[in-house]
């Protein structure tokens, strides 16, 4: 699932390897998917592709944005996709939601894996979309303790909330979803399902600098091990609580790790580092 580390790295390689590219033609897949979402009919896709170029790439959250110029911004990201650059047809993907072919016989395709955006968004568009935050990104300048005990100043003695879903829902941190929580959290000694207004002001300031410096250390690394970057290439950061870690010893403690599903998803915790 592309989260803050994955956008954050592919937008980068498109900026090196594809702004300034002439498309010759592109389209919106060829393997109707559900979940892709998308925003136009596939007429017109089809039709504004060709002509165009690769602008500037950059990351919000866990989008990507890409300047399909002039006039047009793709997003993508979100969810789960494989984003990938091809230097040459033989390893196009037999199916795929978004196909750009470009003037030098390389290609992008994008495959979405459970659910994901392709949106291809005109300047009005992409101004007031809602996918799109205002919000800081966690390892900004501007992303101050302050700011981050700011988001615990908008809940009440009684709000009922988790500190997974007041990290990945809302208030949220940007770009931080249940992938990336995992290790956070078990940085910081806290159970996914403690009630985020019940953290002490010690606990909210190992979250912050949990926070940041585990997703420096993904970014830093390629990005997590079970995702993949623009040239298909898989991160080399090891996920410390994950699918593939349950039933392992925890590397503080040596409990085994455990799983349980919690709103909507798997959660992965040391029943001793993070007590409930």
């Known amino acids: 699932m592309i989260e803050l580390p994955e956008a954050t790295i592919i937008a980068a390689q498109m900026n090196t390897g594809l702004k300034g590219k002439h498309i010759l033609d592109g389209n919106r897949g060829n393997s109707p998917h559900k979940f892709a979402f998308v925003n136009r009919p596939p007429e017109e896709y089809a039709a504004i592709f060709p002509g165009k170029s690769i602008g500037e790439s950059r990351a919000n959250g866990s989008l990507i944005l890409t300047d399909i110029e002039p006039g047009y911004t793709l997003m993508l990201g979100g969810g789960g996709e494989r984003i990938i650059y091809h230097p040459d047809a033989t390893s196009l993907p037999a199916k795929y939601q978004l196909y750009l072919h470009f003037s030098d016989e390389t290609y992008l395709t994008v495959t979405v894996q459970g659910w994901g955006s392709t949106y291809l968004l005109d300047p009005a568009e992409l101004a007031s979309h809602p996918f799109i935050s205002k919000n800081l990104s966690p390892l900004s300048h501007s992303f101050s303790p302050g700011y981050f005990e700011g988001l615990f100043a908008m809940l009440s003695p009684e709000d009922p909330r988790s500190v997974k879903f007041f990290m990945i829902s809302k208030p949220g941190v940007l770009g931080v979803g249940n992938g990336c929580l995992q290790d956070i959290l078990w940085q910081a000694r806290l159970h996914p399902r403690r009630r985020a207004i019940s953290l002490s002001v010690d606990e909210r300031k190992q979250l912050y600098h949990a926070t ?40 503080r403690c040596g409990a085994p790790v455990e799983k349980a599903s919690y709103l909507g998803g798997a959660v992965y915790f040391c029943p001793q580092c993070q007590t409930l």
């Open 212 to 251: 940041r410096e585990t997703l420096r250390a993904m970014l830093e690394r390629g990005g997590r091990d079970g995702d993949y970057n623009l040239y298909n290439h898989p991160g080399g950061y090891r996920r410390l609580m994950s699918n593939q870690t349950a039933g392992q010893p925890c590397p």
